[in-house]
């Protein structure tokens, strides 16, 4: 059993979390042409480079700006939502662990985090979807839009931590759960191009790529 | 309301207008349900009922009909006209962390159902919707 989801079960899922980034990338891709140029050309527009950043960055975090982001309606939970993604991939790519197996298997490595530093990070994570789990239950609005899916996506997304941290600390038997975890592991990889978890893709490209006034201005594709 | 009640529905026509926007299929599919956007529509901010909120909206319409196919009715239809024509007011101040055009979609809603004949009739009862929207 450990064998075979460590060996071939994580090929399975690595390869299908590529080809489902890929096939996400794709299928926006494929229904966005080349943006056209602006038939009206504002004079900053000759603005390149840094100073163009520097104009943008002036404008987007002026306070008039943010006040209609969600970092001006609801500032609390967009700094959960923050740490809940930067811990999500932070955690598992630089777990001194992880990186141990992955010496041992290719000979090549990630830059590390100390134990104390990721254990803690599992921890705030676990903390986030608490709270994430909670918000879904008790705030009315969310719960209008939560379904079944949205309950199981967060499950989804929190179990390889749970049962991380649960064999990190050996607070139960460690081979059952060390399986268990390598399970959830890939199934979280899986979802990723398959579900809702998708708009991890989704996000960079549509606000980087795409220009329209839901991106991160002048994008260079538009919907077609 | 809908102006010729018996009508039958165009059930080939919304189903070619929904193929028309594949990337409003992908929005529903990848919005994450975080309610983010609830607080960007000043109507919700207002009525704090969250059947205003900016994804509702798109997923009790547009959504709907993406999941039902050939098989809306005109009551679905009627049911809908209520949220995408009496909850919102079309000014695209909605925002989406992920970037999704939500009042894009429930412009798309709006347009389907004015395909059928289901549209607001301001001519006829505006106070009558306005009383029911405040509830
Ligand atoms: S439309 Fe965007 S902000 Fe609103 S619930 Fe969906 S993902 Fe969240
Ligand atoms: S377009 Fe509609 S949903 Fe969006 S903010 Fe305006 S009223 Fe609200």
């Given at each position: 059993?450990y064998?075979?989801i460590r060996g071939?079960?994580l090929?399975?899922?690595?390869?299908?979390?590529?080809?489902?980034?890929?096939?996400?990338?794709?299928?926006?891709?494929?229904?966005?042409?080349?943006?056209?140029?602006?038939?009206?050309?504002?004079?900053?527009?000759?603005?390149?480079?840094?100073?163009?950043?520097?104009?943008?960055?002036?404008?987007?975090?002026?306070?008039?700006?943010?006040?209609?982001?969600?970092?001006?309606?609801?500032?609390?939970?967009?700094?959960?939502?923050?740490?809940?993604?930067?811990?999500?991939?932070?955690?598992p790519l630089f777990l001194l662990a992880h990186n141990i197996l992955l010496f041992e298997s290719w000979r090549f490595r990630l830059?590390s985090?100390?134990?104390?530093?990721?254990?803690?990070?599992?921890?705030?994570?676990?903390?986030?979807?608490?709270?994430?789990?909670?918000?879904?239950?008790?705030?009315?609005?969310?719960?209008?839009?939560?379904?079944?899916?949205?309950?199981?996506?967060?499950?989804?997304?929190?179990?390889?931590?749970?049962?991380g941290?649960?064999a990190?600390?050996?607070?139960?038997?460690?081979?059952?759960?060390i399986?268990?975890h390598i399970?959830?592991g890939?199934?979280?990889?899986?979802?990723?191009?398959?579900?809702?978890?998708?708009?991890?893709?989704?996000?960079?490209?549509?606000?980087?790529?795409?220009?329209?006034?839901?991106?991160?201005?002048?994008?260079?594709?538009?919907?077609? | 309301?809908?102006?010729?009640?018996?009508?039958?529905?165009?059930?080939?026509?919304?189903?070619?207008?929904?193929?028309?926007?594949?990337?409003?299929?992908?929005?529903?599919?990848?919005?994450?349900?975080?309610?983010?956007?609830?607080?960007?529509?000043?109507?919700?901010?207002?009525?704090?009922?969250?059947?205003?909120?900016?994804?509702?909206?798109?997923?009790?319409?547009?959504?709907?009909?993406?999941?039902?196919?050939?098989?809306?009715?005109?009551?679905?239809?009627?049911?809908?006209?209520?949220?995408?024509?009496?909850?919102?007011?079309?000014?695209?101040?909605?925002?989406?962390?992920?970037?999704?055009?939500?009042?894009?979609?429930?412009?798309?809603?709006?347009?389907?159902?004015?395909?059928?004949?289901?549209?607001?009739?301001?001519?006829?009862?505006?106070?009558?919707?306005?009383?029911?929207?405040?509830?």
């Open positions: 059993m064998d075979f071939p079960m090929w399975i899922s690595f390869i299908v979390f590529m080809c489902g980034l890929v096939f996400q990338f794709y299928k926006i891709f494929s229904i966005t042409g080349k943006k056209e140029a602006p038939s009206l050309i504002r004079k900053d527009a000759n603005n390149k480079g840094l100073a163009k950043l520097k104009k943008y960055l002036n404008k987007a975090l002026s306070s008039v700006a943010l006040k209609g982001t969600i970092l001006g309606t609801q500032p609390f939970v967009a700094l959960l939502s923050f740490i809940f993604h930067v811990c999500i991939i932070a955690t830059f985090l100390s134990e104390s530093t990721t254990d803690i990070m599992t921890v705030v994570f676990l903390a986030c979807a608490a709270l994430f789990l909670i918000r879904r239950i008790f705030i009315p609005t969310v719960r209008a839009v939560s379904g079944i899916y949205d309950y199981l996506l967060l499950l989804v997304a929190a179990a390889p931590f749970i049962t941290f649960l990190y600390h050996q607070l139960v038997d460690y081979e059952t759960i399986i268990i399970i959830s890939e199934l979280m990889l899986i979802a990723v191009g398959l579900t809702k978890l998708g708009h991890m893709i989704f996000f960079f490209f549509v606000r980087l790529h795409i220009g329209s006034e839901y991106s991160f201005r002048g994008g260079s594709r538009s919907w077609q | 309301m809908s102006e010729n009640g018996n009508a039958r529905i165009d059930n080939v026509r919304i189903e070619e207008m929904l193929k028309q926007k594949k990337r409003m299929r992908i929005f529903l599919s990848l919005c994450a349900s975080c309610g983010f956007c609830a607080d960007s529509c000043f109507l919700y901010r207002n009525y704090k009922d969250p059947r205003y909120m900016p994804s509702y909206k798109a997923i009790n319409s547009l959504g709907k009909l993406f999941k039902k196919k050939r098989k809306v009715t005109r009551l679905m239809l009627e049911e809908m006209s209520d949220l995408v024509y009496g909850k919102c007011v079309m000014c695209r101040r909605c925002y989406c962390p992920l970037g999704i055009d939500i009042s894009g979609m429930i412009s798309w809603a709006r347009t389907i159902c004015r395909t059928q004949g289901v549209y607001e009739r301001y001519d006829i009862d505006p106070m009558g919707r306005i009383k029911k929207a405040a509830v």
